[in-house]
């Protein structure tokens, strides 16, 4: 599945490895993630470090490439 998760503040790029192909963008006070979620177990791993990290989660959203398999 893949998908966009925007935070508010800025996540390290130094948590580019940890993401393992997730691509990290900054937009003005917020950060977006976008790629590949391989599992459900990857995207509990984003989540607790996002909680971790005391981020705020803003959204989590399925890219329309989802919705578009036949």
Partial sequence: MTCIIKIEGHLDKKWDDWLEGMEIIHEADFTILTGVV????FMHGIL?????LN???ISLNPTEELYNKS
């Fill in 38 to 41: 391989k599992d459900q177990a």
């Fill in 48 to 52: 607790n470090l996002i909680r971790d």
């Fill in 55 to 57: 981020l705020k989660l």
